[in-house]
C-alpha cells in the first residue's frame, strides 16, 4: 500500500520562505516522478513542479525562478522550496507519488497523493 505524506507548510510573509517535504512509501521510489500539485480555494488543483527519476525538472510558469523541487532518493523524499513567496501561492499542496513523468506534465496522474499540506502567505 502506497503511502505518502506532506509537511512543512505553514503561515509566512510575503517575500518569505518555505520548504515542503514529501515522504512516500510502498513504492519504488528511485523509479518514479514525484510531482508537487496546489489548490486553493474556488479553484481546480494545479501542477506546480515535477521531478522524474532521473532527475529531469518541470515548472509552472507561476512559480518558475521561486520554487526548486529536488528528491533524495536514499530518504524516498521529495522537497519544494519555495523562495520569494506571494500571497497568491496561498493554497493546499499536495504530493503525487508513482506517476510517470509524463503523465504529471502532460495527462492525469495515476499515482497516490498526500493528505496536503496548508500554505498561507500574508501580504
Known amino acids: 500500500q502506497v503511502h505518502v505524506v506532506e509537511s512543512g507548510g505553514g503561515l509566512v510573509q510575503a517575500g518569505g520562505s518555505l520548504r515542503l517535504s514529501c515522504a512516500a512509501s510502498?513504492?519504488?521510489?528511485?523509479?518514479?516522478?514525484m510531482g508537487w500539485y496546489r489548490q486553493a480555494p474556488g479553484r481546480q488543483r494545479e501542477l506546480v513542479a515535477a521531478i522524474s527519476s532521473g532527475g529531469m525538472t518541470y515548472y509552472s510558469d507561476a512559480v518558475k525562478g521561486r520554487i526548486t523541487i529536488s528528491r533524495d532518493d536514499a530518504k524516498n523524499t521529495a522537497y519544494l522550496q519555495m523562495n520569494n513567496l506571494k500571497p497568491e501561492d496561498s493554497a493546499v499542496y499536495y504530493c503525487?507519488?508513482?506517476?510517470?513523468?509524463?503523465?504529471?506534465?502532460?495527462?492525469?496522474?495515476?499515482?497516490?497523493w498526500g493528505q496536503g499540506t496548508q500554505v498561507t502567505v500574508s501580504s
Open positions: 503525487n507519488a508513482g506517476s510517470r513523468y509524463s503523465e504529471l506534465v502532460y495527462g492525469e496522474p495515476s499515482g497516490s
Open positions: 510502498g513504492i519504488h521510489f528511485s523509479a518514479n516522478a
